[in-house]
């Protein structure tokens, strides 16, 4: 019975030791495998970190702050389109990026733009002259003619003349030649007063297309009465019920309450300015011209703001065209802008 006895706890001992082998088995690969699962989360979450930190740096990238100026001046004609566009750059593409626009004139503002340190860009209501090419090129600066939209040149008038309100061109140029002098001149019925006429100095791109496009590069009237700001015009002829006046479509634009525009008859009947007849295909052709804005190569090159306007403006002229007195230019020519502009870079 002793000898059962024995052999009994002898079974039960090697059972029990069987059994805590296997546990302890079970625990290791247990842990084995939550250690494995440990690893491949742990890599995981690197990888994750890894595709955060490339997506964080790629958006720094995208919307990169720049600082500095952005010094643009030249023509007054274009000056209202510049301004708005510089106006909206700053407030939502780059707040720390001063963009000073000037008026001076398309001319003063060509010799502001070539010389050493001169102006980042310089608008015009021309195109650039070959001696100004030449002194480019003297002084090793890389000019980009930029495009910018359509301008309609506009006659205008005193809202107290009602006898003029149409013209043909034949009349206008006879008007700024000094051939008439009086209005009876032009027709007996009007009344016999002398014309004052009106007019943007030679500083100016407007002046220039007038007298060369228009006038055929006749001299224009002695009396005429020729300023440099377009505020003054818009007044003068305001104030003065027998004056008759010329600039950019913008500026009669924005003060058709000041003064009137007259219709121009090139031949099919009278046509007035507007947005609609504006094109170098429409009906207000003739006196149509494209405005610029001409890019200092090298300081696109060397300052990232400059460069990075340039495309702004290409990018979104389009936009602030018409509400400033412009023509908008076709989208497939400002694309095909924008990709000579960022060929800079």
């Known amino acids: 019975m002793n000898k059962l006895k024995m052999l009994m706890l002898v079974l039960i001992a090697i059972l029990t030791v069987g059994l805590l082998a296997a546990c302890g088995s079970e625990e290791e690969t247990n842990s084995e495998d939550a250690n494995a699962s440990e690893g491949e989360n742990t890599t995981e979450d690197s990888g994750e970190e890894e595709a955060a930190d490339t997506n964080e740096e790629e958006n720094t990238e995208a919307s990169e702050e720049l600082e500095g100026s952005v010094v643009i001046d030249g023509s007054g004609t274009v000056y209202p389109l510049m301004a708005k566009l510089a106006e909206e750059y700053m407030v939502n593409e780059q707040p720390n990026v001063s963009v000073e626009v000037g008026r001076a004139g398309t001319s003063a503002g060509f010799e502001k733009f070539?010389?050493?340190?001169?102006?980042?860009?310089?608008?015009?209501?021309?195109?650039?002259?070959?001696?100004?090419?030449?002194?480019?090129?003297?002084?090793?600066?890389?000019?980009?003619e930029m495009k910018v939209a359509l301008d309609g040149l506009t006659i205008v008038i005193n809202p107290e003349n009602d006898w003029a309100t149409e013209l043909t061109a034949e009349q206008v140029t006879d008007i700024f030649l000094g051939n008439v002098t009086k209005w009876s001149d032009i027709n007996p019925d009007w009344p016999g007063e002398e014309i004052q006429t009106y007019g943007p100095n030679e500083n100016h791109g407007t002046y220039e297309f007038f007298y060369?496009?228009?006038?055929?590069?006749?001299?224009?009237?002695?009396?005429?009465?020729?300023?440099?700001?377009?505020?003054?015009?818009?007044?003068?002829?305001?104030?003065?019920?027998?004056?008759?006046?010329?600039?950019?479509?913008?500026?009669?634009?924005?003060?058709?309450?000041?003064?009137?525009?007259?219709g121009i008859d090139f031949g099919e009947g009278a046509?007035?300015?507007?947005?609609?007849?504006?094109?170098?295909?429409?009906?207000?052709?003739d006196y149509?011209?494209?405005?610029?804005?001409?890019?200092?190569?090298?300081?696109?090159?060397?300052?990232?703001?400059?460069?990075?306007?340039?495309?702004?403006?290409?990018?979104?002229?389009?936009?602030?065209?018409?509400?400033t007195g412009f023509a908008p230019l076709p989208d497939e020519e400002l694309q095909a802008q924008l990709e000579e502009i960022k060929a800079i870079k």
């Open 114 to 144: 070539l010389v050493e340190d001169g102006t980042d860009f310089n608008d015009a209501s021309r195109l650039i002259k070959d001696e100004e090419k030449a002194k480019a090129e003297e002084l090793g600066i890389e000019v980009k």
């Open 212 to 262: 060369e496009s228009i006038l055929e590069e006749q001299d224009l009237v002695g009396t005429i009465d020729l300023q440099q700001e377009y505020s003054t015009l818009v007044t003068l002829v305001a104030e003065d019920k027998n004056a008759i006046g010329f600039f950019g479509f913008g500026y009669y634009d924005n003060n058709k309450d000041k003064v009137s525009a007259v």
């Open 271 to 285: 046509v007035v300015p507007s947005l609609d007849t504006i094109g170098e295909e429409g009906p207000y052709a």
């Open 288 to 323: 149509t011209r494209p405005v610029f804005t001409y890019l200092n190569v090298n300081n696109a090159k060397e300052k990232p703001q400059v460069y990075d306007y340039a495309v702004y403006v290409a990018e979104s002229v389009n936009d602030y065209a018409g509400e």
